[in-house]
């Protein structure tokens, strides 16, 4: 399938999937008057304009640079939480950030420079990244008032137009009876493990712990997206990627510790 037929199957997937779990626990998926046009802006941002981004850079890039330069989210979330005064601009954890993004931009340019994966795929999965962290703030008041399952089931909503857009004509160009059981095992996966699973972790994540360290466990998928991506593809990173991956995670993490680090006591009058 092309990555916006994908897109609009798996959405379609993940959305009766969560309707029916919905009325076999007979969940309220009630929401408030008010809180409507703010569901389906982040459902439209997380769920249909992130997916299209990302998707179709996914299928122009590999796997180990594009779950990189995906893995600036956490850094994007703390930023833009500065910007709406959620949380408390940190020098250090600036310094990190200035860190990271030179590190993706390594990782950009060796992909590009190695034939690996194109610029404009690598630029599309980078403009997915804003898109998710900008989602992510604006689920989580929503998620202080309305329980994970029942919300993003209701914020799916605001991706169905963007999304059937997108992969509509391409959807109905598939043959599923001529996929094989490899074919229906990666379906199987994206709907449930990396859509269901994955989506309500994260907004469980960010009703728990708060946006910015609920995105920061996604450090870990460059890691295990490389490793995959040389055992399934033989894609091999080139050095300049490698140093480009060193310096991201390095900036990350100093971003990660100034955040944790407990704030100083003001001084007594």
């Excluded at 179709?56 to 994007?76: C, K, N, R, V």
């Excluded at 997108?166 to 990396?194: K, Y």
Aim: hydrophobic share 55%.
């Amino acid at each position: 399938m092309t990555p916006s037929a994908v897109a609009l199957v798996r959405f379609l997937l993940m959305w009766a999937t969560l309707w029916a779990i919905c009325g076999l626990w007979r969940i309220d998926t009630r929401i408030q008057r008010e809180h409507w046009p703010r569901v389906l802006f982040a459902g439209c941002m997380s769920m249909g304009i992130y997916m299209i981004f990302f998707l179709g850079g996914m299928g122009q890039t590999s796997p180990a640079e594009g779950s990189i330069i995906l893995a600036t989210a956490p850094i994007l979330t703390y930023l833009f939480s500065i910007v709406l005064r959620q949380e408390k601009l940190q020098w250090l954890a600036l310094l990190g950030t200035a860190i990271a993004f030179g590190g993706v931009s390594m990782v950009i340019l060796g992909g590009h420079l190695s034939g690996s994966g194109s610029l404009v795929g690598n630029l599309l999965v980078a403009v997915s990244a804003v898109l998710w962290a900008t989602s992510v703030l604006q689920m989580r008041p929503l998620l202080q008032i309305y329980q994970p399952l029942p919300l993003m089931t209701q914020a799916m909503a605001g991706a169905v137009i963007p999304l059937a857009i997108f992969g509509g004509r391409d959807a109905l160009q598939i043959h599923p009876e001529t996929w094989n059981a490899v074919t229906w095992a990666n379906l199987a996966q994206m709907v449930f493990g990396s859509g269901l699973v994955g989506f309500l972790g994260i907004y469980r994540g960010v009703r728990e712990v708060g946006p910015t360290v609920a995105t920061r466990y996604q450090l870990t998928i460059p890691m295990i997206a490389t490793f995959f991506s040389w055992l399934i593809y033989h894609q091999t990173p080139q050095p300049l990627q490698w140093l480009g991956m060193i310096v991201v995670i390095s900036g990350i993490a100093l971003a990660a510790y100034a955040r944790s680090r407990p704030a100083k006591p003001s001084a007594p009058l």
